[in-house]
């Protein structure tokens, strides 16, 4: 399983356009590529547009992405190339009740970018040990923690969850977690905020 997290710095407040044709064009064609798991954008607290995709295999992602590209080159042209780009292999994740993406339906994300990972097997208890405490708290919905594709010690997690109170909950739960077994990782909130689209597969 891969995920690719984008950022378009500064654009939160132009959404509104953007997201209808998304939601009427670019949704319709994800849900037709084979490998597609995942999509959703926020307009985040911080100020950027942050979509990111969910995708089955590294084939499914790459074939994906040249759609995705393609669509918004004819549809929204502004927004072909993001400020940031994050790729990565999904190490583990879970999910509760998975959403469907129907009309009205949102979810809280919360996405962090962690920095200076160690490669051994503390790091993967580390993750189960998260994991498992955000699996047990209320309002949690979905999960995801990768790691970069191009430079192993640089990751991102997707939270998904109920409200903003239940994904912060969750979040220092998980800080906690890692200052206790990786005092040496270092996790930064990249974008937080209410979905504007989503769309499972």
């Not at 129907?102 to 503390?122: F, K, M």
């Amino acid at each position: 399983m891969h995920i690719v997290i984008g950022r378009y710095a500064g654009a939160a407040g132009r959404i509104a356009e953007p997201a209808s044709k998304v939601q009427q064009g670019l949704v319709p064609l994800l849900k037709e590529q084979p490998g597609f798991l995942g999509f959703a954008t926020i307009a985040s607290e911080q100020g950027d547009i942050v979509p990111f995709f969910i995708w089955k295999t590294a084939e499914a992602m790459a074939l994906g992405r040249d759609k995705v590209r393609s669509w918004l080159a004819s549809n929204i042209p502004e927004d072909v190339e993001p400020t940031e780009r994050f790729v990565g292999e999904v190490m583990q994740h879970a999910l509760a009740e998975p959403q469907s993406g129907g009309p009205g339906q949102s979810l809280y994300c919360l996405i962090r970018r962690v920095e200076n990972l160690p490669t051994g097997a503390t790091q993967g208890e580390a993750r189960k040990a998260m994991l498992a405490a955000a699996q047990k708290a209320p309002g949690f919905r979905g999960l995801y923690y990768a790691r970069a594709t191009d430079n192993p010690t640089r990751g991102a997690s997707v939270l998904l969850c109920d409200s903003r109170e239940h994904a912060g909950a969750i979040h220092d739960a998980a800080m906690e977690i890692s200052k206790q077994m990786q005092p040496d990782v270092r996790i930064q909130v990249m974008a937080s905020g209410d979905t504007v689209i989503l769309a499972m597969g």
